[in-house]
């Protein structure tokens, strides 16, 4: 059997383009909205009290005097609620009394005046709680977002290689994160709602014990009709998503730099603005289409609402004929039965917020804890790695990528000498960069070691190891800085050691050209930013590995976009690094192998050969048939 949905779901809107175009992935948010549109009041009711206590363990995290001082003076509103309410009963008897009207006004009067302090406080401590309810959303927004970026830049480089964990991770950054201020906002409307109904419950239960059903029955309707409006509102912003994310697709390709050239080239424009037209026409159509059937649902409910009113004058009315009621009492329930009718509509919608967020809420959550457990594996006692290594032994390394079906290295042994230029060579895949990386201590190996002398990188303190390290990456990161803060990058600042270090890469040609040499900017997005080239942007790269003039450099492709020139005086440097200090060069240029001092070859993760460039040409194996290769497209030319 189905289960009963908390209402009935909205006419399905039909969105005829989408059965034409093709299907989308379905993402974390479309999931949660499609739960959300299958949810059961039963469901609802049995995750509200572990949200509620979770987003209020979050606000009190975030601000404990906010987060007290919102409830408490919300708790203490509610109590003067019920105080004004059973007032004003006074009031109304004063007023129905018989007498002259003069008279009736002067009795009237101290009722009145406790009437009016009851509502001012209550007026009063609303306007407080709500402020200290304000003050609450910046605070906890910074909590969390500093939690997720203290996770994504403490967890090991493999929890980023896992898609799981990367699905994760854009699913708490890209709801979670907006959704933590809302949960707990709206979980401090659901305590107010509930502080206002039971105020307004309590002044009815006081008055007359037959006043509750009544405004249980007045207050029925009208929170059946927010409901029902919330979800119809709520079905047709889920069944437009969809055309909705391709709008943004089109968009994107039509207002982003990056595609610009091609967008002209290929003549797509017409293209793409005539099926960005085709679905925000078809968007329209279908929200005028909803906006009259939310109307005839809102009459509906207003309908109802009329007749559940009159229902309840006519009880009163009856109970008054009748003699069990007198009239002030049953003014005041008027009254009550009112604010008990729009703290119940507020509680409801609240109630179905906190939900909504705390779906969402939740995946932040679940990333926290997941990337809790994924941080450094650390040891108790944690080594430092020698200063001055004489080797660094990679042995019987095996590693593989998260989700991967075979190991990148499997087995892999290799040595680096101090003031050594080792190569790694081998063809596309082969591992080459990853056994730099495990070699770096960036990826911990499956099993096998990596030791600088004695020390085992398991033993070592990370962050001690990566100071030891100078990287110049095949994928380096084009930081939006000066030129001068990409070569330092966060090291001190000495004058003639940015000097030299931008004269070895060769990036001083290229400072030497921009508007504010090496005070420029180099990124577009700044105001007098500068844009540079991929083999400029190389050199600069290159300028920082030699900057941060550590024992071990590790060269990844450091020249795959320089010209000749440029790389011929590279690797004339790299040679010259190496002295004192040991150098890992990848590199597919194998002319530029040829002085290294040791060359190690991969293939499919594994060392197939080791020795010097003579060696292996002599041995004539993949060395020498990848060199042969290379060799021979420069003499045919
Ligand atoms: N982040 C990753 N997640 C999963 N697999 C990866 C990842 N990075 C690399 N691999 C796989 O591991 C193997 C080795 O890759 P690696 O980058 O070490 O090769 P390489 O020798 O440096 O290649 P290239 O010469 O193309 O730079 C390849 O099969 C590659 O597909």
């Given at each position: 059997?189905?289960?009963?949905?908390?209402?009935?779901?909205?006419?399905?809107?039909?969105?005829?383009l989408?059965?034409?175009?093709?299907?989308?992935?379905?993402?974390?948010?479309?999931?949660?909205?499609?739960?959300?549109?299958?949810?059961?009041?039963?469901?609802?009711?049995?995750?509200?009290?572990?949200?509620?206590?979770?987003?209020?363990?979050?606000?009190?995290?975030?601000?404990?005097?906010?987060?007290?001082?919102?409830?408490?003076?919300?708790?203490?509103?509610?109590?003067?609620?019920?105080?004004?309410?059973?007032?004003?009963?006074?009031?109304?008897?004063?007023?129905?009394?018989?007498?002259?009207?003069?008279?009736?006004?002067?009795?009237?009067?101290?009722?009145?005046?406790l009437v009016?302090?009851?509502?001012?406080?209550?007026?009063?401590?609303?306007?407080?709680?709500?402020?200290?309810?304000?003050?609450?959303?910046p605070?906890?927004?910074?909590?969390?977002?500093?939690?997720?970026?203290?996770?994504?830049?403490?967890?090991?480089?493999?929890a980023?290689?896992?898609?799981?964990?990367?699905?994760?991770?854009?699913?708490?950054?890209?709801?979670?994160?907006?959704?933590?201020?809302?949960?707990?906002?709206?979980?401090?409307?659901?305590?107010?709602?509930?502080?206002?109904?039971?105020?307004?419950?309590?002044?009815?239960?006081?008055?007359?014990?037959?006043?509750?059903?009544?405004?249980?029955?007045?207050?029925?309707?009208?929170?059946?009709?927010?409901?029902?409006?919330?979800?119809?509102?709520?079905?047709?912003?889920?069944?437009?998503?969809?055309?909705?994310r391709?709008?943004?697709?089109l968009?994107?390709l039509?207002?982003?730099?990056?595609q610009?050239?091609?967008?002209?080239?290929?003549?797509?424009?017409?293209?793409?603005?005539?099926?960005?037209?085709r679905?925000?026409?078809?968007?329209?159509?279908?929200?005028?289409?909803?906006?009259?059937?939310?109307?005839?649902?809102?009459?509906?409910?207003?309908a109802?609402?009329?007749?559940?009113?009159a229902?309840?004058?006519?009880?009163?009315?009856?109970?008054?004929?009748?003699?069990?009621?007198?009239?002030?009492?049953?003014?005041?329930?008027?009254?009550?039965?009112?604010?008990?009718?729009?703290?119940?509509?507020?509680?409801?919608?609240?109630?179905?917020?906190?939900?909504?967020?705390?779906?969402?809420?939740?995946?932040?959550?679940?990333?926290?804890?997941?990337?809790s457990?994924?941080?450094?594996?650390?040891?108790?006692?944690?080594?430092?790695?020698?200063?001055?290594?004489?080797?660094?032994?990679?042995?019987?390394?095996?590693?593989?990528?998260?989700?991967?079906?075979?190991?990148?290295?499997?087995?892999?042994?290799?040595?680096?000498?101090?003031?050594?230029?080792?190569?790694?060579?081998g063809?596309?895949?082969?591992?080459?960069?990853?056994?730099?990386?495990i070699?770096?201590g960036?990826?911990?190996?499956?099993?096998g070691?990596?030791?600088?002398d004695?020390?085992?990188?398991?033993?070592v303190?990370?962050?001690?190891?990566?100071?030891?390290?100078?990287?110049?990456?095949?994928?380096?990161?084009?930081?939006?800085?000066?030129?001068?803060?990409?070569?330092?990058?966060?090291?001190?600042?000495?004058?003639?050691?940015?000097?030299?270090?931008?004269?070895?890469?060769?990036?001083?040609?290229?400072?030497?050209?921009?508007?504010?040499?090496?005070?420029?900017?180099?990124?577009?997005?700044?105001?007098?930013?500068?844009?540079?080239?991929?083999?400029?942007?190389?050199?600069?790269a290159?300028?920082?590995?030699?900057?941060?003039?550590?024992?071990?450099?590790?060269?990844?492709?450091?020249?795959a976009?320089?010209?000749?020139?440029?790389?011929?005086?590279?690797?004339?440097?790299?040679?010259?690094?190496?002295?004192?200090r040991?150098?890992?060069?990848?590199?597919?240029?194998?002319?530029?192998?040829?002085?290294?001092?040791?060359?190690?070859?991969?293939?499919?993760?594994?060392?197939?050969?080791?020795?010097?460039?003579?060696?292996l040409?002599?041995?004539?194996?993949?060395?020498?048939?990848l060199?042969?290769?290379?060799?021979s497209?420069?003499?045919?030319?």
């Amino acid at each position: 059997m189905r289960p009963k949905r908390l209402f009935r779901r909205a006419r399905k809107t039909r969105v005829p383009l989408e059965d034409e175009l093709p299907k989308l992935v379905q993402n974390r948010w479309i999931v949660h909205a499609s739960e959300l549109a299958e949810t059961k009041v039963t469901q609802v009711a049995r995750r509200l009290p572990a949200l509620i206590s979770q987003s209020l363990r979050l606000a009190w995290q975030a601000n404990r005097r906010d987060t007290a001082t919102t409830i408490g003076l919300n708790l203490v509103a509610g109590v003067f609620t019920t105080f004004g309410l059973l007032a004003t009963t006074g009031v109304l008897n004063a007023l129905f009394a018989a007498g002259p009207t003069p008279d009736k006004v002067r009795g009237a009067l101290p009722a009145l005046a406790l009437v009016a302090v009851a509502y001012t406080a209550q007026g009063a401590l609303r306007t407080g709680a709500g402020w200290a309810q304000a003050r609450l959303e910046p605070q906890i927004e910074q909590v969390v977002e500093m939690r997720l970026y203290e996770l994504t830049t403490s967890v090991q480089l493999a929890a980023l290689d896992d898609s799981e964990f990367l699905d994760e991770l854009n699913r708490a950054r890209s709801r979670g994160i907006m959704s933590a201020s809302s949960v707990v906002l709206y979980t401090v409307d659901v305590l107010t709602g509930l502080v206002g109904l039971v105020a307004a419950a309590g002044a009815l239960g006081v008055l007359h014990p037959i006043l509750l059903p009544l405004l249980i029955l007045t207050a029925v309707p009208e929170a059946w009709a927010a409901m029902r409006a919330a979800r119809m509102r709520y079905n047709v912003q889920l069944e437009l998503s969809a055309s909705r994310r391709r709008r943004w697709i089109l968009a994107e390709l039509m207002t982003n730099r990056n595609q610009a050239a091609e967008v002209r080239s290929f003549t797509v424009r017409d293209m793409l603005l005539g099926q960005y037209g085709r679905l925000a026409r078809n968007e329209r159509d279908v929200e005028l289409d909803v906006t009259r059937r939310m109307t005839y649902a809102r009459a509906a409910g207003e309908a109802l609402q009329g007749v559940a009113t009159a229902l309840v004058y006519l009880a009163l009315g009856v109970l008054l004929w009748r003699g069990v009621m007198p009239l002030a009492v049953a003014g005041t329930a008027v009254l009550a039965i009112r604010t008990g009718k729009s703290s119940l509509a507020n509680l409801v919608y609240a109630v179905n917020r906190t939900y909504e967020e705390g779906l969402y809420f939740g995946d932040y959550l679940e990333f926290c804890a997941s990337a809790s457990g994924r941080g450094p594996a650390r040891t108790d006692e944690l080594l430092v790695p020698p200063r001055h290594f004489s080797t660094i032994v990679a042995d019987e390394v095996t590693f593989t990528y998260p989700g991967a079906d075979s190991p990148a290295l499997n087995g892999v042994s290799v040595e680096l000498r101090q003031g050594e230029v080792i190569a790694l060579v081998g063809e596309n895949g082969s591992g080459k960069t990853t056994l730099a990386k495990i070699l770096a201590g960036l990826y911990d190996p499956d099993s096998g070691e990596v030791r600088w002398d004695d020390v085992s990188l398991w033993r070592v303190d990370p962050d001690v190891l990566r100071e030891r390290i100078a990287v110049i990456a095949q994928d380096h990161t084009h930081w939006p800085m000066t030129a001068r803060q990409n070569v330092i990058m966060g090291r001190p600042d000495v004058d003639e050691l940015v000097d030299l270090a931008i004269a070895a890469s060769g990036a001083d040609e290229v400072l030497a050209e921009l508007k504010h040499g090496y005070d420029t900017l180099l990124d577009k997005r700044f105001f007098d930013g500068a844009e540079l080239s991929g083999g400029q942007w190389q050199r600069l790269a290159a300028a920082r590995g030699f900057y941060r003039d550590e024992p071990l450099l590790i060269c990844d492709e450091p020249s795959a976009a320089l010209d000749a020139r440029a790389e011929h005086a590279l690797f004339e440097r790299i040679r010259a690094h190496a002295d004192g200090r040991t150098v890992l060069l990848i590199t597919h240029r194998l002319a530029s192998v040829r002085h290294a001092d040791r060359v190690y070859v991969l293939d499919h993760g594994k060392v197939v050969e080791h020795g010097t460039h003579d060696q292996l040409m002599a041995a004539d194996g993949l060395y020498a048939d990848l060199y042969g290769l290379q060799a021979s497209a420069y003499r045919t030319a």
